[in-house]
């Protein structure tokens, strides 16, 4: 099973700071998924970054994927209160399966 | 657009006992897939259906778990007995063409407590 694991395994940073989380995986993928869970909550699609893709943005989100380093990391800037959360990655490897990390649990402070 | 539906929300059963979970994907959502969250870990995956034929099923304990999306949209989970540790909650997601290449738009999830 190839799947993402990511680090740290907990963040706790104050409003308008930035939070980086990152990914390791270990073998070839088609491409990398972001998702964020409120508490007690289903699973919401943040980005998706295929294999040939080395950075994308949406809002105050930037994901990079360093595929010779077999990683990529998440960037939330100017962090919010509302961006508490558990934030996973999920990988779709060559063999069409789709695995998730433990997830990095983010804790903004007002 | 509606969401992903899930039912029942919540289920506390005592072991060896029977639990089926419903979920109906989004109108047009070739692909569904069934996940178990235990508390504190990331979703694992049990079951994909692209259409009603199954794609991938490698982590579903087929001892006890039984899937079936028979009409390719709305699709059932049985387990059968449950265990203690089947204590989860239970996560359905679809997407409109599946392959891992698209957004998986998941469900608020079933909570199961086994007893």
């Known amino acids: 099973s190839q799947q993402g694991e990511e680090d740290p395994q907990a963040l706790s940073i104050q409003e308008g700071e930035n939070a980086t989380m990152n990914c390791s995986y270990k073998?070839?993928?088609?491409?990398l998924q972001w998702y964020r869970q409120n508490s007690g909550r289903g699973l919401v699609h943040l980005i998706l970054?295929?294999?040939?893709?080395r950075e994308k943005h949406s809002g105050r989100l930037r994901v990079t994927l360093d595929t010779s380093k077999k990683s990529s990391s998440l960037l939330i800037t100017a962090s919010r209160a509302a961006d508490t959360a558990s934030y996973f990655c999920?990988?779709?490897?060559?063999?069409?399966?789709?695995?998730f990390g433990a997830g990095t649990r983010l804790t903004v402070k007002p | 657009e509606a969401g992903v539906a899930q039912s029942p929300r919540y289920k506390i059963i005592e072991k060896r006992q029977s639990v089926a979970f419903w979920c109906n994907p989004i109108s047009g959502h070739a692909t569904l897939y069934w996940y178990q969250q235990i508390l504190g870990q990331g979703p694992k995956l049990l079951i994909q259906?692209?259409?009603?034929?199954?794609?991938?099923d490698s982590q579903l304990p087929k001892d006890r778990f039984s899937a079936e999306r028979l009409k390719g949209v709305d699709s059932t989970l049985k387990i059968q007995p449950a265990k203690l540790e089947d204590s989860a909650v239970y996560l359905c997601?679809?997407?409109?063409?599946?392959?891992?290449?698209?957004?998986?738009?998941f469900g608020p999830g079933t909570r199961l407590l086994v007893l």
């Open positions: 999920a990988i779709f490897g060559r063999s069409n399966d789709m695995r």
């Open positions: 970054i295929r294999s040939n893709e």
């Open positions: 073998t070839s993928i088609n491409n």
């Open positions: 259906f692209q259409n009603n034929g199954v794609v991938d």
């Open positions: 997601a679809s997407s409109l063409q599946g392959w891992g290449q698209e957004t998986q738009y």
